[in-house]
């Protein structure tokens, strides 16, 4: 089964929109972590947010958050108000287990703001 | 200036000849690994290492190998490579947290084509 599911191939967004990019995750392990990534079309991974299985809040960095929905598996990623620099490639990943050595990652969103 | 440093950004080589990719941060990470991106697939991971002598074999293995012989440096090693592995490559490290949060830092990406 695949440990990080992103749904959505691609998706459009109107400049200053709010939008939510999906992701579902599979693991037994009590701990571990998730993460997603931005990855501009020059083809580096930026980190933007983490959220720790046992965390009670939900993440939020600037215009990032992240919507965690332990029963559902989910951890969406909200962006608000998009701007043009937002277009990219998303990714959703996981750090399973307490040894912190494997990482998995989704299938990437790619995300396309338009003016 | 903190970072992860991959050599060669591009190659292209043929079917056979061995060939090294080199990764080193300047950060003291305990942790590195190393990634492929297909298009499709996200990143997959290859191997990692927790700490100097210690890898260990991610989703796909196959055909690499990697070595540990200093903190800062984690080549991939590629001792025949084949067509199918033709790709993106990324090295990433990061500490390792006792909360969990180990933020990886990623290197710009090598992509390399084997004919």
């Known amino acids: 089964a695949q440990k990080i599911t992103q749904t959505q191939p691609g998706m459009f967004v109107q400049e200053k929109e709010a939008v939510t990019l999906d992701c579902t995750y599979d693991t037994s392990d009590p701990s571990y972590g998730l993460f997603w990534y931005k990855q501009p079309s020059s083809g580096e991974m930026i980190f933007l947010i983490y959220?720790?299985?046992?965390?009670?809040q939900n993440a939020t960095e600037g215009r990032y958050s992240l919507n965690f929905q332990k029963a559902r598996k989910s951890a969406n990623l909200v962006i608000s108000a998009s701007q043009l620099g937002d277009s990219a490639m998303y990714f959703c990943a996981m750090r399973e287990g307490y040894n912190f050595n494997k990482f998995y990652f989704g299938s990437g969103t790619k995300l396309n703001v338009k003016p | 200036e903190a970072q992860v440093t991959q050599n060669p950004r591009y190659l292209i080589t043929v079917t056979g000849k061995k060939l090294t990719v080199t990764c080193s941060q300047n950060?003291?990470?305990?942790?590195m690994s190393w990634y492929r991106q297909d298009p499709g697939l996200g990143l997959r991971q290859i191997y990692y290492?927790?700490?100097?002598?210690?890898?260990d074999k991610g989703d796909v293995p196959e055909g690499y190998k990697v070595s540990r012989k200093e903190k800062r440096n984690f080549p991939l090693i590629l001792e025949s490579p084949s067509p199918n592995q033709t790709s993106l490559y990324f090295c990433a490290s990061s500490q390792i947290r006792g909360t969990g949060a180990n933020v990886l830092t990623f290197g710009a990406g090598s992509r390399l084509t084997v004919l």
């Open positions: 959220q720790g299985s046992y965390d009670q």
């Open positions: 950060m003291n990470h305990e942790y």
């Open positions: 290492s927790m700490n100097v002598e210690v890898t």
